[in-house]
C-alpha cells in the first residue's frame, strides 16, 4: 500500500518537460494563456467543455471543488469561467505551495492544501459539485475518500470521476503484443500509443470497470448517473489526434447502442449524484 509520505514525494517531482515542444500538453506548467508548440494542436481545456454543460443543468449549485487540481490548474480556471465558484485542493508539498499560490494571483482562484482531502476541514454540505480528474486512480484509500465526498457535498450534489479503463487498457496491450510478435513495445519504442505507464503501481494504482465504478459509487452513498464518453483533449501532433478521434466517435457508437452501459475509449468519465434523501 502506498504510504501518504511516499504519494506526496511522488507528487512534488518535478515531471515537467522543460522543452515545451516535448511535452505532452503545453499547459502542464500553469501558463494557460501560453500559445501550443509548433506541431501541436488543440487546447486541452476544451475537454472539459461537455461537462460543465451537464453540470450546469444538474449540479444544484455553483460551489465546485477540484480535489488534486494540479500545476496547470484547468479545470478550476475553466469552472470560473463557465460561472462557477471554485477552490482548487491540492497536497501540501512544497511544489503545489507554488502553483497554488500562483492560481490565487492570477486568476483569483481560492485554494486548499492539507496532507489528505480527509484533513482538509471541510465542512458538511459545503460544495455542489466536486471533481477528481485523472486523481483518483492515484489515490490509495478510494471509499475514504468517496465517502468524504459524499459528506462534504450538499444534498442532489454531483461528483465527477476521469478514471483510466481497465478494459480498454487489456485490450489495448493484447493489440499492441499481437503487432510486435509477441512483446509489449516500450514507451520509446511506440511513445503514441504504448501502455507503459499507464499500468505501473508507482503512478497507477488502480484501473476501472463499469461494475467497480458502479460498486464504488454505491458503497459510499452515491447514485450512477451516467458514464460520459471523454474527448480526450489532449495536445499532441496530427497523426497522435486522428487516433483519438476515432476511438471517440467509436465510443460514441457504442455508448449510444449500449445506452451509456459501454464505451471504448481509454477514460471512463463517471458521474455520482448524492441522494437528494435519505443520504
Same mark, same amino acid.
Given at each position: 500500500?502506498?504510504?501518504?509520505?511516499?504519494?506526496?514525494?511522488?507528487?512534488?517531482?518535478?515531471?515537467?518537460?522543460?522543452?515545451?515542444?516535448?511535452?505532452?500538453?503545453?499547459?502542464? /506548467?500553469?501558463?494557460?494563456?501560453?500559445?501550443?508548440?509548433?506541431?501541436? /494542436?488543440?487546447?486541452?481545456?476544451?475537454?472539459?467543455?461537455?461537462?460543465?454543460? &451537464?453540470?450546469?443543468?444538474?449540479?444544484?449549485?455553483?460551489?465546485?471543488?477540484?480535489?488534486?487540481?494540479?500545476?496547470?490548474?484547468?479545470?478550476?480556471?475553466?469552472?470560473?469561467?463557465?460561472?462557477?465558484?471554485?477552490?482548487? &485542493?491540492?497536497?501540501?508539498?512544497?511544489?503545489?505551495?507554488?502553483?497554488?499560490?500562483?492560481?490565487?494571483? %492570477?486568476?483569483?482562484?481560492k485554494s486548499v492544501l492539507a496532507d489528505?482531502?480527509?484533513?482538509?476541514?471541510?465542512?458538511?454540505?459545503?460544495?455542489?459539485?466536486?471533481?477528481?480528474?485523472?486523481? &483518483?486512480?492515484?489515490?490509495?484509500?478510494?471509499?475514504?475518500?468517496? %465517502?468524504?465526498?459524499? %459528506?462534504?457535498?450538499?444534498?442532489?450534489?454531483?461528483?465527477?470521476?476521469?478514471?483510466?479503463?481497465?478494459?480498454?487498457?487489456?485490450?489495448?496491450?493484447?493489440?499492441?503484443?499481437?503487432?510486435?510478435?509477441?512483446?509489449?513495445?516500450?514507451?520509446?519504442?511506440?511513445?503514441?500509443?504504448?501502455?507503459?505507464?499507464?499500468?505501473?503501481?508507482?503512478?497507477?494504482?488502480?484501473?476501472?470497470?463499469?461494475?467497480?465504478?458502479?460498486?464504488?459509487?454505491?458503497?459510499?452513498?452515491?447514485?450512477? /448517473?451516467?458514464?460520459?464518453?471523454?474527448?480526450?483533449?489532449?495536445?499532441?501532433?496530427?497523426?497522435?489526434? /486522428?487516433?483519438?478521434?476515432?476511438?471517440?466517435?467509436?465510443?460514441?457508437?457504442?455508448? &449510444?447502442?449500449?445506452?451509456?452501459?459501454?464505451?471504448?475509449?481509454?477514460?471512463?468519465?463517471?458521474?455520482?449524484?448524492?441522494?437528494?434523501?435519505?443520504?
Amino acid at each position: 500500500r502506498l504510504t501518504r509520505e511516499a504519494l506526496k514525494a511522488l507528487y512534488n517531482m518535478n515531471l515537467v518537460e522543460e522543452d515545451k515542444s516535448k511535452a505532452g500538453y503545453y499547459d502542464v /506548467v500553469g501558463m494557460s494563456d501560453a500559445t501550443p508548440p509548433q506541431g501541436y /494542436v488543440r487546447d486541452g481545456r476544451d475537454r472539459f467543455e461537455a461537462t460543465f454543460r &451537464f453540470l450546469k443543468k444538474q449540479a444544484p449549485g455553483r460551489r465546485l471543488l477540484d480535489v488534486g487540481s494540479g500545476m496547470s490548474a484547468q479545470l478550476v480556471q475553466r469552472a470560473k469561467a463557465h460561472g462557477f465558484i471554485p477552490t482548487a &485542493f491540492e497536497l501540501d508539498t512544497p511544489l503545489m505551495r507554488v502553483a497554488m499560490r500562483r492560481l490565487e494571483e %492570477r486568476h483569483g482562484i481560492k485554494s486548499v492544501l492539507a496532507d489528505s482531502l480527509l484533513e482538509a476541514g471541510f465542512p458538511d454540505a459545503s460544495f455542489d459539485v466536486v471533481t477528481l480528474w485523472e486523481v &483518483f486512480e492515484h489515490l490509495p484509500n478510494q471509499l475514504e475518500i468517496l %465517502r468524504e465526498v459524499h %459528506r462534504i457535498l450538499v444534498p442532489g450534489g454531483i461528483v465527477v470521476l476521469q478514471l483510466p479503463f481497465y478494459t480498454w487498457l487489456i485490450a489495448k496491450v493484447r493489440i499492441l503484443r499481437l503487432l510486435n510478435g509477441g512483446r509489449i513495445p516500450t514507451h520509446r519504442e511506440w511513445p503514441m500509443i504504448s501502455p507503459i505507464g499507464m499500468f505501473g503501481p508507482e503512478m497507477h494504482l488502480y484501473n476501472y470497470t463499469h461494475k467497480t465504478v458502479r460498486n464504488l459509487l454505491a458503497w459510499s452513498g452515491l447514485e450512477l /448517473v451516467k458514464f460520459q464518453v471523454d474527448r480526450n483533449y489532449f495536445i499532441g501532433s496530427y497523426p497522435k489526434l /486522428v487516433i483519438q478521434d476515432a476511438f471517440y466517435y467509436l465510443s460514441l457508437i457504442v455508448s &449510444f447502442l449500449t445506452r451509456g452501459r459501454l464505451t471504448a475509449n481509454v477514460f471512463l468519465l463517471p458521474y455520482g449524484r448524492k441522494p437528494r434523501t435519505g443520504g
